[in-house]
C-alpha cells in the first residue's frame, strides 16, 4: 500500500454580476397584489425575472439568447390586471 495522497479543501464561490436594465410594476402595493417584472443582461444572455409579492414575494425566471426574445416574454406579462409603468 502506498502513502496516503493529501485531500486538499478548496472552497469555490461564484460570483453572477447581472445587469439589471429594467424594471416594471403594476401600481399596486401590498404583499398579495404586487407585480415586479425584470429584465437583466448577463454576458448577452437576457434573463426575464417575473415577481409577485414584492421583495420576499416569488419569482419565476426565464432565459434567453436576444434582447427581443426577452422583450417578447415582458410583453407577455405585462398583460396582467395592474397600472403597468416602467420605473427607474
Known amino acids: 500500500m502506498g502513502t496516503p ?4 479543501l478548496v ?5 453572477v454580476l447581472m ?3 429594467k424594471h416594471w410594476w403594476n ?3 401590498g404583499r398579495l397584489a404586487r407585480r415586479d417584472v425584470y429584465l437583466f443582461e448577463d454576458g448577452g444572455k437576457w434573463l ?9 414575494g416569488r ?3 426565464y432565459e434567453f439568447d436576444d434582447e427581443d426574445a426577452a422583450l ?10 395592474g397600472d403597468w409603468r416602467e420605473l427607474r
Open 5 to 8: 495522497l493529501p485531500i486538499t
Open 11 to 15: 472552497r469555490v464561490f461564484e460570483y
Open 19 to 21: 445587469e439589471r436594465r
Open 27 to 29: 401600481g399596486t402595493w
Open 48 to 56: 426575464v425575472e417575473g415577481r409577485e409579492g414584492g421583495a420576499e
Open 59 to 61: 419569482s419565476k425566471w
Open 72 to 81: 417578447d416574454c415582458i410583453r407577455g406579462l405585462l398583460t396582467g390586471p
